[in-house]
């Protein structure tokens, strides 16, 4: 090519707005996945056999019912029946146990106080300070962070899996129920009340594992009118502040909770974006609702495919909140059933998948299997869905084989090098060939220094007659940032590397930051040493940029990025610059330099 461009892609200022555009466009990358893509009660003690009801006691003297206090319940549940006044029942909490979780049901609206799960990782991520990690790193120890709970009662609202009735007969979310004795205790347990022209019965059913549970709620009308309203199923969870907190730039990935319905094709949730909140509803056939949150969840969704109703949804900085109205119509001495499942866990994709299971359809009499819930979808990947369940698959295949997620991170990163190696081979042949035409270039560079344009035209010609591509070294890095993008996105959404850790007493939670920030200053500094190793392209200050600025700025993005993300650049950073150095020696032992010798300057400036 005779005519060069100075505004070539290949041409030195294009390069150099390269790779300005690249820092630049690893920091828009991160605020657009974090911005755009969208205290606890102490755990109980266990009981002894999973399934057990452990009290039933009474509110107001915290005595099991019917015993003085101080006496332990004599066993099973106290039968009443539906045609007890409301206003005369007792209010009762009855504690039950599965093998990971345990509920706490009050008759005071027959809804769950609290849905605990246990188990080492169904527990809140723990906040630490850098002086909480430095305390770790040298032996010290700090509270282990509370248990999970998915059903934290919200003040002055109806609590979880309470059902109200609208209409011109209504009955109040927070009736009274009369505990019924059906089937066995262990695996769940009945309400039932009576207000009004409204006979409610709620059974809630379990299977001794896992995390999902039936509910089915029966409404009778006992009048002789026809009555019509809407069957309102409530789900309230308190928030702690404090423990929650929006995705930064500086700020790490964010673990809010949000409130979410699925209605129709769309998927809302709400996270407290104003003071006071306004809420937000959707119509449609209603697929599932509950809280969603980072790594855990909690819905509910109809067995019998979607349901025509509507969804109303409130979001605070105290609280999320979901209702899911559906119509009612009652004839006289009709009963009108809904059968929903639920699910309060883990995200765990298999188990996610596998709903709803034979405990569900048993409970609830079905005898054909209804459709999955689609609950897997609450684990958004977003846009890198594809990369990131590719590289979840490949680290549960490392994981299997090592036993440590930190390690499976490590045996990834060493893989996706490997596939790379020879886009970086030639990438570090191309570098190495460009440091030996530096001396050429920074004699253009002062022989046109009052004309740019003749200076790039004079460059580019350097550069082919060479046979050199000044780009060559940013390609491997364009094809790792989506890699990099898609395993941050991972590590913010995978149950599977929750609460997992890579070694020592730091760190212990790989999709958390790295209290004692070690890593990533591990990472700038050989972020610093890889841009070193390469040809500086470039003014002095360009160059000074790309040496220390960017490793600066990218090192400051990553503090309060997850640890496992850290580990991953760090440990590329590293097989980079072995491979970096051991080239260059290769190449000298070949006795080429790895690039063109220049020609020997004679008088006017010009080679032979």
């Given amino acids: 090519m005779n005519d060069l461009d100075p505004n070539s892609p290949n041409s030195p200022d294009s390069q150099r707005r390269l790779f300005m555009a690249l820092a630049l466009a690893m920091g828009l990358t991160f605020v657009y996945t974090t911005f755009f893509a969208p205290q606890p009660p102490p755990p109980g003690p266990q009981a002894a056999d999973a399934g057990q009801v452990a009290t039933v006691t009474d509110a107001g003297t915290g005595a099991p019912t019917g015993t003085p206090p101080g006496t332990p319940p004599a066993g099973g549940i106290e039968v009443a029946t539906p045609t007890e006044a409301a206003s005369e029942a007792p209010v009762r909490t009855l504690d039950f146990y599965r093998e990971a979780s345990r509920y706490t049901f009050s008759s005071a609206g027959a809804g769950l106080t609290s849905a605990e799960l246990q188990g080492t990782k169904m527990r809140e991520q723990q906040q630490l300070s850098v002086a909480d990690g430095y305390k ?42 009369a505990v019924a004795e059906t089937g066995n205790p262990q695996t769940g347990t009945t309400f039932t009340t009576r207000q009004g022209p409204w006979e409610v019965t709620k059974s809630v059913q379990w299977a001794k594992e896992g995390f999902e549970l039936a509910y089915t709620v029966q409404v009778k009308n006992t009048s002789a009118q026809p009555l019509s309203g809407e069957l309102e199923v409530h789900y309230h969870r308190a928030i702690e502040p404090q423990s929650e907190h929006a995705p930064s730039f500086f700020g790490g990935v964010g673990n809010l909770s949000y409130a979410a319905c699925y209605v129709g094709e769309e998927l809302l949730k709400l996270v407290p974006e104003q003071d006071p909140p306004d809420a937000e509803e959707l119509r449609g056939p209603v697929r599932y609702f509950g809280i969603d949150q980072q790594y855990f969840l909690s819905a509910l969704y109809p067995l019998e495919g979607a349901q025509p109703g509507r969804c109303t949804l409130v979001a605070t900085a105290e609280a999320r909140g979901v209702i899911a ?61 594809v990369i990131a369940k590719l590289l979840v698959t490949i680290m549960k295949f490392f994981h299997g084989l090592s036993g440590n997620w930190g390690v499976a991170v490590i045996l990834l990163t060493v893989l996706v090098k490997t596939l790379l190696l020879p886009l970086t081979h030639r990438s570090m042949v191309s570098m190495e060939a460009m440091k030996k035409l530096q001396p050429r270039i920074e004699e253009l560079r002062k022989k046109y220094a009052d004309d740019r344009e003749r200076q790039n035209m004079e460059m580019m010609k350097l550069y082919q007659e060479q046979k050199v591509n000044p780009l060559g070294g940013c390609l491997p890095m364009l094809i790792q940032m989506p890699v990099w993008i898609a395993l941050f996105t991972a590590l913010r959404n995978s149950y599977d590397i929750y609460q997992e850790p890579f070694f020592g007493p730091v760190w212990r939670d790989l999709t958390y930051k790295d209290p004692t920030y070690l890593l990533p200053l591990a990472l700038g500094i050989s972020m610093i040493i890889t841009q070193k190793l390469q040809p500086q392209m470039g003014d002095p200050t360009q160059a000074k940029i790309m040496t220390w600025f960017v490793p600066i700025l990218f090192t400051a993005t990553l503090l309060n990025y997850p640890a496992g993300l850290a580990l991953y650049i760090f440990t590329n950073n590293i097989l980079s610059i072995a491979q970096q150095y051991g080239l260059r020696k290769w190449l000298e032992k070949k006795g080429g330099g790895g690039g063109p010798t220049p020609a020997p300057v004679v008088a006017g400036g010009k080679r032979k």
Avoid at 158 to 173: N, Q, R, Y
Avoid at 337 to 362: E, M, S
């Fill in 136 to 177: 770790l790193l040298f032996g010290g120890e700090v509270p282990p962070p509370p248990q999970m709970n998915l059903a934290r009662p919200v003040q002055g609202q109806p609590l979880p899996l309470a059902v109200a009735i609208t209409g011109a007969a209504p009955l109040p979310a927070t009736a009274r129920y």
């Fill in 325 to 385: 109205a559906f119509p009612l119509t009652a004839a006289p001495g009709q009963t009108v059933t809904l059968r929903f499942g639920g699910y309060l866990g883990p995200k765990d994709p298999d188990l996610l998948a596998a709903l709803p299971g034979p405990t569900v359809l048993q409970a609830t009499g079905l005898t054909t299997a209804p459709a999955n819930p689609q609950l897997g979808e609450t684990i958004d990947y977003g846009i890198w869905a």
